[in-house]
């Protein structure tokens, strides 16, 4: 059932998001032709800054349009799609919420990946394209041909790392369905009250992690000094003290997935009211 | 399969500014036409959304073929909101892959002569389809199942008499003969010669609950004309006292 559902959410974000996609990129190259590298031989200094100005704000509107427009999808593809008339649809398919929600919330992640390479290309069309050739030889160069650490272990880093900006994502998304489906359980100012709850569950969890850290370090027996002193002891390599790392900020991010994921499906399963 | 397709027992719904549904005990059975009758604001599309799985009881409970509302329940119950459910993006296509993906009990074939006996071409998205026609595919949707219980929330209400005939011939020559169908509606003449049972409801309770032929057997008259007698409302008077 998750995988019909899935269907029809990633065909309604291929409509939607085509198009802009498709705009970032045919932008990127006009621009790339017009204000790009071949006018930065200009003789006056000073339209010769402007133009290197502007493809930068031109970059940086596209950036910014998109990921506006990729907010506005994860909240309206939620909050229209399932507590609004189309949720009369939705809610009266024989399916359970945690699959309406999984599948909202797949759609979404996919959205927001899809859109970030969308927009790396477009910062690489945008700008002269030897420059970024020479950046992509030169990045290349230092990560694998020139590091001191095996080839292996700098392709699992990566893996790792993307794997953190994954879960991230999904979390940020999904805090913004629980922060919807708590905003729902009100009668007047749904959507206002969305917005509040958004605000205080990141004040909860920013008052959560100052305390926790507060917990650890304010004993006495755990200072700075002592933990660093401690990983010096345990002797790990870079590989593994990163790697380390990555996974606290994987496990942070997850808990507060699976907390949020939680909050929106017991709420849409036990208090769905939609009048 | 269960003889009861509605079951609620000690139903109560309140929004929080008083209770719609009080105390509703109810058992409704297959094969029945059962017109839920009742003015405005009575609690009629509350009572339709809960068995739909829209809306959770305050209190008591609901069963639907056995079910408490969820996906068995929803499997054999096809529901006509009093709204206009689709997504803008939507095809008339694409309405009919979503129903034949998600019901097992939906007729594509029957669904697609029925969209072209009404001029809906397949590839006409939603969003430039008229009202009524909108409706009307919502109609040919929810009527291509053969599903055990229908929940038509006022599917004849603010359309012209024209309209009305045809949305319950469509209505009647498609429901599924062992389910039951439950029309909700104030339009009572228009749907009193299909209903088999009605069921009255006012102030938050059901107040009547009885056989089309009872009904005339016993009180010697019509349902319409017993509606209108149950619920009479006195014109506001006042105003004139001085001309008199």
């Known amino acids: ?38 006018h930065f031989e200009s003789s006056s200094f000073m339209v010769s800054s402007l133009l290197k100005v502007v493809p930068f704000l031109m970059f940086l509107a596209i950036m910014v349009s998109m990921a506006v427009l990729t907010l506005i999808f994860v909240i309206q593809r939620f909050y229209n799609g399932l507590l609004k008339d189309e949720g009369y649809l939705m809610f009266t398919l024989p399916v359970k919420p945690w699959q309406l929600i999984t599948s909202k919330g797949i759609s979404a992640v ?15 069309i945008l700008f002269p394209w030897k420059d970024v050739g020479e950046f992509i030889r030169e990045f290349w160069n230092g990560l694998f041909l020139n590091a001191p650490i095996p080839v292996w272990q700098i392709v699992v880093l990566i893996l790792e790392f ?37 605000l205080l569950i990141s004040l909860a969890l920013s008052t959560i992690a100052s305390s926790i850290l507060q917990l650890i370090f304010s004993s006495g027996s755990i200072t700075l000094d ?21 996974w606290i900020l994987i496990l942070i991010a997850g808990v507060q997935l699976v907390a949020f994921h939680i909050i929106a499906e017991r709420l849409l399963s036990k208090r769905l009211n939609l009048e | 399969m269960n003889e009861n397709v509605i079951q609620c027992i000690n139903l109560s719904k309140d929004y929080g500014s008083g209770p719609v549904l009080e105390q509703l005990n109810l058992t409704i059975g297959s094969g ?94 939603m969003k430039t389809m008229s009202k009524g026609t909108k409706e009307k595919m919502q109609l040919v949707l929810v ?41 909700s509606t104030h339009l009572i003449g228009d749907i009193e010669r299909v209903l088999d049972e009605v069921l009255f409801l006012k102030d938050t309770k059901v107040v009547l609950h009885d056989t ?3 009904i005339r057997e016993q009180q010697g008259k019509s349902v319409d004309a017993l509606f209108r007698e149950m619920f009479r409302m006195n014109p506001i008077e006042g105003g004139n006292q001085d001309a008199q």
């Not at chain 1, 002193?229 to 380390?244: H, I, P, Q």
């Not at chain 2, 011939?169 to 429901?175: F, P």
């Open chain 2, 212 to 214: 089309v032929d009872n």
């Open chain 2, 143 to 183: 009527m291509s199942r053969k599903a055990k219980l229908y929940l038509l929330d006022e599917p004849i209400a603010g359309v012209d008499p024209a309209a009305r005939d045809f949305i319950m011939n469509t209505i009647l020559t498609n429901y599924s003969q062992d389910g039951t169908v439950l029309i």
């Open chain 1, 1 to 38: 059932m998750l995988s019909k559902l899935l269907k029809y959410d990633l065909s309604s974000m291929l409509k939607s998001f085509l198009l802009i996609w498709g705009a970032a990129l045919v932008l990127a190259f006009v621009n790339h032709f017009t204000l790009g590298g071949l």
């Open chain 2, 32 to 125: 029945r036409i059962i017109g839920l009758l009742g003015p405005n604001g009575t609690g009629k599309t509350t009572l339709i959304k809960i068995l739909a799985g829209l809306l959770q009881p305050t209190s008591g409970q609901v069963l639907v073929d056995g079910h408490v509302p969820g996906p068995e329940s929803k499997a054999v119950v096809s529901y006509l909101p009093d709204k206009m459910y689709f997504a803008d993006w939507m095809k008339a296509k694409d309405l009919l892959d979503l129903f034949e993906d998600f019901y097992a009990d939906f007729d594509r074939a029957k669904a697609e002569q029925m969209c072209a006996s009404l001029g809906i071409v397949p590839t006409q998205r």
């Open chain 1, 162 to 198: 993307l794997f953190m900006v994954l879960v991230n994502v999904a979390k940020s998304i999904y805090q913004i369905y629980a922060a919807i489906a708590l905003g729902h359980q009100f009668k007047k100012h749904r959507v206002g009250m969305a917005f509040v709850m958004y």
């Open chain 1, 110 to 124: 996919l959205v927001n990946i899809i859109s970030g390479i969308i927009a790396i290309v477009a910062i690489m």
């Open chain 1, 226 to 246: 002592t933990l660093l002193d401690t990983f010096s002891r345990w002797n790990w390599s870079f590989f593994g003290s990163v790697s380390f790392g990555l």
